[in-house]
């Protein structure tokens, strides 16, 4: 039971006063934060969910980006020397004396143009500010993937402040790589436990094959640099091998991956 109330700045939606979990058997979920990846080191990632007939959630940091079987959501940007507050301090001078909500509402609002369809976000960095539910839901956003609770057992979408639902990632691979949580190999993933299992993958990460992050930090400079980050790319066991092993066995399952907008339409 819970009792509705009003969701403070964002007035037309109802809330329950108690988070409310949503139990989950076994679910795995593929998602990939863009980062503003070369269009060929992105596609390199798509092309191994598709050649598998996996779908994919694609947080999106820019416009274009092809979203094929897959879904688009927003990963928008909300530190101070990252691009959309470069671009908010242009077309804004007077922008210092805007209120935090004001600010939020111009990142989520630029994002949102790169895919109008979305109804998720993670925010860039995990970033999180108790202002930040009712600006997503004043942008028909429903659900957010922003709280991270490595290989937690029974993790469950959680009904959260102005009826957003949390979808909580279980493994990240610039973690893995900065905290060595794995071996990169299919055993350390923890598969077996129940419960909600997002995996949180990054284009460049993956496409070089990082083994730690002196790794990812050396391949930083060439960025957008498809040759050099191929000749980069680390032998042996590395995000990239424990990323394909993941694909295969999900393709493998009976029950496959679900795009988070499955899961939110499922709980909805
Ligand atoms: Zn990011």
């Known amino acids: 039971m819970w009792t509705p109330a009003p969701c403070y700045g964002h007035q037309s939606?109802?809330?329950?006063?108690?988070a409310d979990a949503h139990p989950v058997?076994?679910?795995i979920c593929l998602t990939v934060d863009v980062e503003w990846a070369h269009p060929e080191v992105l596609a390199d990632l798509t092309r191994a969910f598709d050649e598998r007939g996996l779908r994919?959630?694609?947080?999106?940091?820019h416009p274009n980006i092809p979203a094929g079987n897959h879904e688009r959501a927003l990963h928008p940007n909300f530190l101070k020397h990252g691009d959309t507050m470069?671009?908010?301090?242009r077309q804004?001078?007077?922008?210092e004396a805007w209120s935090e909500s004001h600010v939020y509402d111009f990142?989520?609002?630029h994002t949102k143009t790169f895919c109008p369809e979305a109804i998720g976000v993670r925010s860039h960095s995990l970033f999180y500010d108790n202002h930040l539910a009712p600006t997503y839901r004043s942008h028909d956003l429903r659900y957010d993937s922003s709280v991270f609770f490595p290989f937690m057992p029974n993790i469950a979408p959680v009904r959260t402040r102005c009826g957003m639902l949390e979808l909580p990632i279980f493994y990240m691979d610039h973690i893995d790589i900065v905290d060595r949580m794995t071996d990169f190999r299919l055993a350390s993933l923890r598969l077996g436990q129940p419960g909600l299992k997002i995996f949180d993958f990054h284009p460049n990460i993956v496409f070089i094959n990082a083994q730690s992050n002196d790794d990812y930090l050396a391949s930083k400079p060439y960025y957008h640099d498809v040759e050099r980050l191929t000749e980069m790319r680390r032998p042996g066991r590395g995000v990239r091998t424990v990323f394909l092993e993941l694909l295969d066995y999900v393709a493998g399952r009976q029950r496959q991956a679900l795009p988070l907008r499955e899961v939110c339409e499922m709980i909805a």
């Open 107 to 109: 990142v989520v609002r």
């Open 13 to 18: 939606t109802t809330v329950p006063m108690a």
């Open 86 to 89: 470069r671009l908010l301090s």
């Open 25 to 27: 058997e076994d679910l």
């Open 56 to 61: 994919a959630t694609l947080f999106c940091t």
């Open 92 to 95: 804004h001078t007077d922008s």
